[in-house]
């Protein structure tokens, strides 16, 4: 292998791609369960990791062999995974704590878990590449550009499809909304 290597040339094919996933698919498993300590966000974050793999092939190259590549993919999507946990986590704390000092009863209203799962299922109803879209600007944290770049699309679709979404999840999530509108009124 060279130095620097096109990925593609190691899974052009479905069947080369098989090999590679029986290959190293148990023990990046095990690696995953390692950050995780839960066998199915390990094999959740694997599957992630070869899809990744599959679907960016032509434009990845790896300075390493295939192995060390995908240790080092599912590592860094397992330390991503727990960052985001953490953060969500800390949000929710301090939306607690803000909630518990203005003396609101929000809880009478809905629990956070329940909107976070109502924003999960909205999400999950946008088309495919509408879904990709949103989730590499919100969850990811990626410039439009850098979305455009990596789907391989204009900066103006990407525009229009978080337009979109946003459009698509406030009419989804409108009944939250206006709960969220009287408590701020009233405070």
């Not at 479905?14 to 990046?28: G, T």
């Not at 790896?62 to 330390?79: G, H, P």
């Not at 009419?171 to 009233?186: D, G, N, P, Q, R």
Request: glycine residues 0%.
């Amino acid at each position: 292998m060279t130095q620097t290597q096109n990925i593609s040339f190691l899974v052009s094919d479905k069947r080369k791609f098989e090999e590679i996933f029986k290959l190293h698919y148990s023990e990046l498993c095990s690696f995953a369960y390692n950050f995780t300590n839960d066998l199915e966000d390990a094999e959740e974050t694997v599957q992630d990791v070869f899809y990744k793999l599959w679907s960016n092939k032509e434009n990845l190259e790896i300075k390493t062999s295939i192995r060390a590549y995908l240790f080092s993919s599912v590592k860094n999507s397992c330390l991503n995974k727990k960052k985001h946990i953490e953060i969500r986590e800390q949000y929710k704390e301090h939306n607690e704590k803000e909630l518990q000092n203005n003396n609101t009863n929000v809880e009478d209203f809905f629990e956070a878990s329940e909107l976070e799962e109502k924003i999960r299922t909205a999400i999950d109803k946008l088309p495919l590449q509408r879904k990709k879209v949103f989730i590499l600007s919100r969850y990811e944290g990626l410039k439009y550009k850098e979305i455009a770049e990596k789907l391989d699309i204009s900066v103006k679709t990407v525009e229009n499809q978080i337009s979109s979404a946003l459009k698509f999840l406030k009419s989804e999530l409108a009944e939250y909304l206006t709960v969220l509108l009287l408590i701020f009124l009233k405070l």
